[in-house]
């Protein structure tokens, strides 16, 4: 069963698969700086009310299934979690800067939504509902 989130004037469920790569797909996502990218993300996460359903650091790239409040665009959600990232890794691992110049990751990312109502959920809701 799904498990909706409560807000003071909402009740959902947000979810979505973000994909973002560094620049050049440079491997440099190993060893300590996958360990502080993924707290980053965690925290930056957590002081914007997001979720992390799933995640994955990978050597030139990050996924993440979030469930995120409806304030917030997938557009907001990526731009949080690549900035912040980004300006603190640098900052942290400046002898690896080498490597990304000014900046950690690619342009750009991919989003896809999360289906989680079912059409026989649409279906029953509307029967019940119907007033003809």
């Known amino acids: 069963m799904t498990e909706y989130r409560k807000g003071s004037h909402t009740v959902y469920d947000i979810q979505y698969h973000l994909v973002w790569v560094t ?56 731009q949080y979690l690549k900035g912040r990232s980004s300006r603190l890794l640098q900052d942290e691992f400046a002898e690896k800067k080498r490597y990304w110049g000014q900046h950690l990751w690619a342009h750009g990312y991919f989003c896809a939504t999360v289906e989680v109502v079912t059409e026989e959920q649409i279906r029953a809701y509307i029967a019940q509902h119907d007033d003809r």
């Open 23 to 78: 620049k050049y797909r440079y491997p440099v996502l190993q060893g300590k700086i996958a360990e502080r990218a993924r707290d980053i993300i965690r925290q930056t996460c957590e002081s914007r009310g997001i979720r992390i359903l799933q995640g994955h650091v990978s050597k030139e790239h990050i996924h993440v299934l979030v469930s995120c409040p409806p304030s917030l665009s997938p557009a907001k959600v990526v």
